[in-house]
């Protein structure tokens, strides 16, 4: 009896410490700093690789309703438009992935292509994410990802901003929700600002 306890508190402190590692791992990829960047519009090498990293991470803490999917064992599409950089380090970095039970793929996309199968889409360019384009995602399962002032404000779920030369994002539940999509309370936590709370 001592040692079936003894077993279970072993087995909840690594499931513990595994749960601070993978929240502590977003932290820094959050907290990573950007050098040589000029601005928002000069985004180095590492900005491309810290935000596929970014779009990677940020799947284990959405939840996508079941008919998102075509069948169980579709994959996760990341569409990426307008980013052609971040787009090949997503690539790399998908090679052999899974999330959720899936394989993860990304997808280049453009203004006029279908979006069947994807279920995250960023934009690289600000003024793309404020186009009538994003007006097609309204009623769609998918988690839209923006780049620059005002991502939340042209109704995406997530944005990327720069503070002080750092990567950081900013998150809309009403965006998620319009998607019917549930954002993680530990990912919120990270988000430089939070729109639409409860």
Same mark, same amino acid.
């Given at each position: !009896?001592?040692? @079936?306890?003894? +077993?279970?508190? !072993?087995?909840? @402190?690594?499931?513990?410490? =595994?749960?601070?590692?993978?929240? +502590?791992?977003?932290?820094? =990829?959050?907290?990573?700093?950007?050098?040589?960047?000029?601005?928002?519009?000069?985004?180095?090498?590492?900005?491309?690789?810290?935000?596929?990293?970014?779009?990677?991470?940020?799947?284990?803490?959405?939840?996508?309703?079941?008919?998102?999917?075509?069948?169980?064992?579709?994959?996760?599409?990341? +569409?990426?438009?307008?980013?052609?950089?971040?787009?090949?380090?997503? @690539?790399?970095?998908?090679?052999?992935?899974?999330?959720?039970?899936?394989?993860?793929?990304?997808?280049?996309?453009?203004?006029?292509?279908?979006?069947?199968?994807?279920? !995250?889409?960023?934009?690289?360019?600000?003024?793309?994410?404020?186009?009538?384009?994003?007006?097609?995602?309204?009623?769609?399962?998918?988690?839209?990802?923006?780049?620059?002032?005002?991502? =939340?404000?042209? +109704? *995406?779920?997530?944005?990327?901003?720069?503070?002080?030369?750092?990567?950081?994002?900013?998150?809309?539940?009403?965006?998620?929700?319009?998607?019917?999509?549930?954002?993680?309370?530990?990912?919120? *936590?990270?988000?430089?600002?939070?729109?639409?709370?409860?």
């Amino acid at each position: !009896m001592i040692a @079936s306890t003894d +077993g279970a508190r !072993m087995r909840a @402190s690594v499931a513990a410490t =595994l749960l601070r590692l993978w929240t +502590g791992l977003l932290l820094l =990829l959050a907290q990573a700093a950007l050098p040589g960047v000029a601005s928002a519009q000069g985004l180095s090498g590492a900005a491309d690789e810290v935000k596929a990293a970014y779009l990677y991470r940020f799947i284990g803490f959405i939840e996508w309703p079941d008919d998102a999917f075509a069948g169980p064992g579709t994959p996760l599409v990341i +569409g990426v438009a307008s980013a052609d950089a971040v787009y090949a380090e997503l @690539s790399r970095a998908l090679v052999g992935r899974n999330a959720k039970g899936r394989p993860v793929l990304a997808r280049k996309v453009a203004a006029g292509d279908a979006l069947e199968g994807v279920q !995250m889409l960023y934009i690289g360019d600000p003024a793309l994410a404020r186009s009538a384009w994003v007006q097609r995602l309204r009623d769609r399962h998918v988690l839209l990802v923006t780049d620059g002032p005002q991502g =939340l404000d042209a +109704g *995406a779920a997530l944005n990327f901003v720069l503070v002080e030369d750092r990567l950081r994002f900013e998150a809309s539940l009403r965006a998620a929700e319009r998607a019917g999509l549930k954002v993680s309370s530990r990912l919120l *936590a990270l988000a430089q600002r939070v729109v639409g709370t409860p």
